[in-house]
T-cell receptor, first 115, second 113 residues
C-alpha cells in the first residue's frame, strides 16, 4: 500500500547524542516535511523539501538537519545542539503543485525522549 | 502573524451525543481550510477540506462549516462513537503559503460510554 513510513516509533536518547529519524514515502510525492508536535501546541515546521537535493528551513530548524538525496527519503537528524528535543515528530508529504490543492499525508510519527 | 485558534482545548462527551468544535483564524486571504483527526500517538488523517467559497462539507458523521466573513470554522460530530476519541486539528492554507501551513493547537475529544 502507498504511504509514509516513519521509524523508529519510539526512540530514547542520552543528552549530547545525535539521533536520526527515518521517513520514507512511496506516494511519488515531490514535497516532504518534518513537523514537531508538543502537547497543546500546533504543529511547527522544522524543515521541508520540494525537490531532491534541495531543502529549506522552517520555523524551528535550529538544532536539526536534514538531507534529500532520494525522492522517497527525507531523514531528520536531531543534533545535540537542540536544547529541548523531547517531542513527537511527524513527517508528511504532498504531491507537486500548489500547496493549496495538494493534501498533506502524514506518517505515524516518532516519539523521541531524551533521558 | 497568521494564527489559528481552536476551542475548546479539550472536551468530554457521552457516547451518542453530538458536539461542535471551533476554529478561529486570522489567515487572510486563504485558499482552503482542512480538519484533521489525530488518534493518540498516530499521524493526523484528513477529514474534510473546504475552499474559501464553500460553506459546508460533510464526511459521514462529520460536518464542517466555514464562515469566511467572521473567519470561523466548526466541526460538528453527530452521534458520537468511542472511536471518535482523538485530537481534531484545524489547518488553514494561505493563498501565498508556499509551504507555510498554519496549524491550530487542536481540540482533544474524549467520548465516554
Amino acid at each position: 500500500d502507498g504511504g509514509i513510513t516513519q521509524s523508529p516509533k519510539y526512540l530514547f536518547r542520552k543528552e549530547g547524542q545525535n539521533v536520526t529519524l527515518s521517513c520514507e514515502q512511496n506516494l511519488n510525492h515531490d514535497a516532504m516535511y518534518w513537523y514537531r508536535q508538543d502537547p497543546g501546541q500546533g504543529l511547527r515546521l522544522i524543515y521541508y523539501s520540494q525537490i531532491v537535493n534541495d531543502f529549506q528551513k522552517g520555523d524551528i530548524a535550529e538544532g536539526y538537519s536534514v538531507s534529500r538525496e532520494k525522492k522517497e527519503s527525507f531523514p531528520l537528524t536531531v543534533t545535540s545542539a537542540q536544547k529541548n528535543p523531547t517531542a513527537f515528530y511527524l513527517c508528511a508529504s504532498r504531491s507537486s503543485g500548489r500547496v493549496s490543492t495538494g493534501e498533506l499525508f502524514f506518517g505515524e510519527g516518532s516519539r523521541l525522549t531524551v533521558l | 502573524k497568521n494564527q489559528v485558534e481552536q476551542s475548546p482545548q479539550s472536551l468530554i462527551i457521552l457516547e451518542g451525543k453530538n458536539c461542535t468544535l471551533q476554529c478561529n483564524y486570522t489567515v487572510s486571504p486563504f485558499s482552503n481550510l482542512r480538519w484533521y483527526k489525530q488518534d493518540t500517538g498516530r499521524g493526523p488523517v484528513s477529514l474534510t477540506i473546504m475552499t474559501f467559497s464553500e460553506n459546508t462539507k460533510s464526511n459521514g458523521r462529520y460536518t464542517a462549516t466555514l464562515d469566511a466573513d467572521t473567519k470561523q470554522s466548526s466541526l460538528h460530530i453527530t452521534a458520537s462513537q468511542l472511536s471518535d476519541s482523538a485530537s481534531y486539528i484545524c489547518v488553514v492554507i494561505p493563498n501565498n503559503a508556499g509551504n507555510m501551513l498554519t496549524f491550530g493547537g487542536g481540540t482533544r475529544l474524549m467520548v465516554k460510554p
